[in-house]
């Protein structure tokens, strides 16, 4: 009536300590991957230093600018929330 094979029991083969290991390799990346994650600051250049507004940096990080952020980019409006203001920003001479 019933097949035997289905009644044999589960050992841990050569493939599924593969897998655990994979398993473990991508939670140890995630867990190492948030703890120093970090945004790229903006950089302490002569135009970025003397950016003050939204809309000027969207003039080049917008989706027709010379670097456009990045595709699913945060819609967010502070941008120094996330990417470290320039040193000395705003004191640039004009
Ligand atoms: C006149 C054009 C221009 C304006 C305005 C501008 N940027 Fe940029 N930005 C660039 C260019 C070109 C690069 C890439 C070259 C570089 O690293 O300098 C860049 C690079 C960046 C980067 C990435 C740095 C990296 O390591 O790749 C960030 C973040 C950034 N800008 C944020 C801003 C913010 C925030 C503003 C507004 C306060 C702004 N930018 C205004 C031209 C501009
Ligand atoms: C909620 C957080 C957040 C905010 C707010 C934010 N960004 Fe970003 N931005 C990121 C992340 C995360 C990346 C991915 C790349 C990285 O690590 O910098 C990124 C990438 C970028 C890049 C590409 C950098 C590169 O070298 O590829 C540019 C340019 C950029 N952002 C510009 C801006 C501008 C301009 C603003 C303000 C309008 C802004 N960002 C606001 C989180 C943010």
Known sequence: MA??????KWQP??????FFAIVAAVILLLVLGTSDRSTKPVPSDQIHMQVTSRAECMTCHGVEGVKPQPMGHSKADQCFQCHLQPTNWGKAAP
Do not use: A
């Open 3 to 8: 097949e035997p094979e289905s009644k044999q």
């Open 13 to 18: 083969g050569k493939k599924d300590m593969v």
